[in-house]
């Protein structure tokens, strides 16, 4: 059976809660706190926005339990470039871990790099990338020492993350002024949706929810990897859904449209209008600290991928060299080193755009590899079979093509530099493909 677990990696010291921590702190980063602005602008309704979150978490767990099924069967770290180098072929998967290695990670973390800059921008009233490239380098240390360090680094922000996010919900509720936006149809709202400004909305929301399939990028020092895989990716999906439903209905119930149309933090923005000039900078200040463990989830699982793509290939080897902790320094060092880089040169909005693209086609790939594997290998071991099947794979690659669709045609400048990365990442495929090049396959 191809795609046992790995044998040159086996550190296997994570457990499900610090795996379901990766989960969610992989998901509750940028999205949340900085979409919604864009989402308004173009759907100024209560209705149409809950819609597009309740459909990202439906979405979202369609793909975990196909993504459970498939990494059940080949429990390898390295996520997509593992999956479908398996499952279609060796170029497909060497593509995934591509876009994996240049922008697929880099991108999210400098998101994420540069949302808590404007966060801290709008508090401090200097450059974002003065605290966006400092804490970058932080981070890259820790996740240059022991994976139980890193393991409690990841746990304490997440969990403070998700205590942030919950209190400032509930003060939303509480305490903040109460719009006339309405969460039930409204006699305009089924104009709105059937709009492609809901596509590209929609856009924004799995990017949101981007980061549900976190734990298999590390399926090699995942503990009983079988069992804490699908349950990682599964709770932790449904845990997402439930604060971004809670969040996103907040921030509406309590902050005039108008004044979050167009603004990337949004959460500053919410914020100011519950507690006010001084206690939104306060909450503005600690929403930026729990992007933290945004940055630290991907910068955990990314270099996974590359390292492994170091273990498969000569002309990656340097990325699979791993220090005395058993970490891929070298793959986490590379990556660190794309992310300052888009950190000072890139917009929030166009590296969104950018690297949505990527991911989505990524995915749908290796949902629709469920289909395949089924039909092609029928009684191979499935330690976990993909709840609802054929229904839930069905619906994510739809849905998929369905965004990718109105990506392409209302966004046509940020997917064409998409494709430039895959033409380059198959140029640089064929120059390695020879077998005498590879290492392992």
């Known amino acids: 059976m191809p795609g046992s677990p790995d044998s040159k990696n086996t550190l296997r010291q994570v457990s499900l809660p610090v795996a379901i921590a990766i989960v969610v702190a992989n998901m509750v980063g940028t999205g949340v706190f900085g979409s919604l602005g864009f989402q308004v602008a173009d759907l100024p309704s209560g209705f149409p ?4 979150w309740i ?13 459970a099924e498939l990494s059940s069967m080949m429990p390898r770290s390295g996520g997509e470039y593992h999956l479908l180098r398996e499952a279609w072929h060796p170029a497909v998967g060497f593509l995934a871990g591509w876009i994996s290695a240049t922008v697929g990670f880099a991108a999210p973390v400098a998101l994420n790099a540069v949302l808590l800059g404007d966060y801290l921008s709008a508090i401090f009233a200097v450059p974002g990338w003065v605290f966006a490239v400092p804490v970058v380098v932080l981070v890259t240390a820790v996740h240059l020492g022991p994976l139980q360090r890193i393991g409690q680094f990841q746990v304490f922000f997440t969990s403070l993350k998700i205590v942030l996010i919950l209190v400032l919900g509930i003060a939303a509720f509480a ?7 309405s969460f039930l149809p409204q006699a305009n709202d089924f104009e709105l949706i059937a709009q492609p ?10 990017y949101a929810y981007a980061g549900w399939n976190a734990a298999a990028y590390i399926t090699g020092e995942l503990k009983d990897p079988q069992r804490t895989l ?10 997402v859904t439930a604060l ?3 969040l996103n209905g907040a921030f509406l119930y309590s902050t005039p449209i108008d004044a979050m149309a167009g603004k990337p933090e949004v959460g500053f923005v919410a914020a100011r209008e519950i507690f006010g000039e001084r206690g939104g ?5 600690l929403i930026s600290i729990g992007l933290i463990s945004t940055i630290s989830s991907m910068m955990w699982a990314g270099p996974r991928v590359t390292a492994m793509m170091g273990e498969d290939y000569r002309v990656f080897r340097w990325l699979g060299r791993r220090n005395r902790f058993g970490v891929p320094a070298w793959a986490v060092l590379a990556q660190t080193a794309v992310v300052l880089v888009l950190v000072v040169t890139a917009t929030f909005e166009q590296l969104m755009q950018y690297v949505q693209a990527l991911l989505t086609l990524s995915s749908l790939l290796t949902v629709l590899a469920v289909f395949w594997l089924r039909w092609k290998m029928p009684k191979a071991p499935r330690p976990y079979r993909a709840w609802g099947y054929p229904v839930t794979p069905a619906l994510f690659s739809l849905a998929s093509l369905y965004v990718l669709y109105f990506q392409v045609r209302e966004k046509p400048v940020e997917t064409g530099w998409g494709l430039v ?11 390695s493909r020879n077998r005498r090049e590879e290492l392992a396959s």
């Not at 926005?49 to 597009?52: D, Q």
């Not at 900078?281 to 200040?285: D, F, S, W």
């Open 175 to 181: 305490i903040g002024t109460r719009q006339s936006v």
């Open 244 to 246: 971004y439903l809670f």
């Open 230 to 239: 699908p349950l990682a990716l599964l709770v932790g999906t449904g845990v």
């Open 49 to 52: 926005v809950m819609l597009l």
């Open 281 to 285: 900078a306060i909450m503005g200040l």
């Open 197 to 206: 400004a809901f596509a590209i909305s929609l856009v924004y929301v799995l």
């Open 55 to 67: 459909l990202g978490g439906i979405l979202s767990f369609c793909g975990a339990v196909s993504y």
């Open 421 to 431: 990365t895959l033409v380059v990442g198959g140029v640089i495929y064929l120059v």
